[in-house]
């Protein structure tokens, strides 16, 4: 029994220690403390700079996101500040930047941001989804010495084995599969939205920047999206995808 204690404290330690090295190795810390200094003396250019580069290489924070959506809507570019708050709201889980974006969108006429009560539920779930993946697995390390015990003492543990099969699938469900929709922000004014992967397509409509669009599938240089409950198809590059 000392034994499987042992081996218990052991994966906890390497989950701990997974999910640690994950949020140290977000951030350059050297880096981000120079940008939130510029920041701090309204330097917001040089400071954005900073904050685009580090996010451009996978670092970031939830303030730091924040400090971004606050630069670009100093700054009158409600697109971007729609964009950093979306990012900002998927690093942090605040309830409060969903109000902002609904205000936003509202003022500015922008849609796609009508997010009904479950779209907060499955973030959520998003949020973690890893964190979920690695303990799965490490109960399924866990039973797996358990079961290996059992079977030293000629037991029979079909039942630690069935819960094992059970925790196997979740996780392969849960690395294929994601708990949130893709979506997108139009980051060009002008915009067509195609009936087609195509330039050749018949246009649907043409939108400005800061309509949210989500995201179906791609196709070459095309993504197929949903527009006010149709199928349409965009560029790539006249779109933000709201991904950390």
Request: hydrophobic content about 45%.
């Amino acid at each position: 029994m000392k034994n499987i204690q042992t081996s218990i404290l052991k994966i906890l330690t390497v989950v701990g220690l997974l999910l640690a090295c994950d949020c140290v190795s977000a951030l350059n810390v050297e880096e981000l403390q120079r940008a939130d200094s510029l920041f701090n003396q309204k330097q917001y250019t040089q400071s954005f700079e900073i904050y685009h580069r580090l996010q451009s290489a996978g670092h970031y924070s939830p303030a730091m996101l924040l400090r971004m959506a606050y630069i670009q809507e100093g700054l009158g570019d409600v697109s971007l500040s729609l964009y950093y708050l979306n990012l900002y709201y998927l690093a942090s889980g605040d309830e409060q930047a969903l109000e902002k974006m609904n205000e936003f969108a509202t003022k500015n006429r922008l849609e796609g941001f009508d997010n009904n009560p479950m779209y907060a539920v499955w973030n959520r779930l998003g949020r973690y989804q890893n964190t979920i993946s690695l303990l799965a697995l490490a109960i399924i390390v866990l039973l797996l010495a358990l079961q290996v015990n059992e079977y030293r003492k000629n037991r029979k543990s079909i039942g630690l084995g069935v819960v094992s099969i059970m925790l196997l699938v979740v996780v392969a469900i849960l690395a294929n599969f994601s708990w949130k929709p893709d979506e997108a922000i139009i980051s060009e004014s002008n915009t067509y939205l195609m009936t087609g992967p195509s330039a050749g397509a018949q246009v649907v409509t043409h939108l400005n920047k800061g309509h949210k669009l989500r995201v179906l599938d791609k196709k070459d240089v095309w993504l197929k999206v949903e527009w006010l409950g149709e199928e349409a198809y965009v560029k790539e590059t006249q779109v933000l995808p709201i991904r950390l």
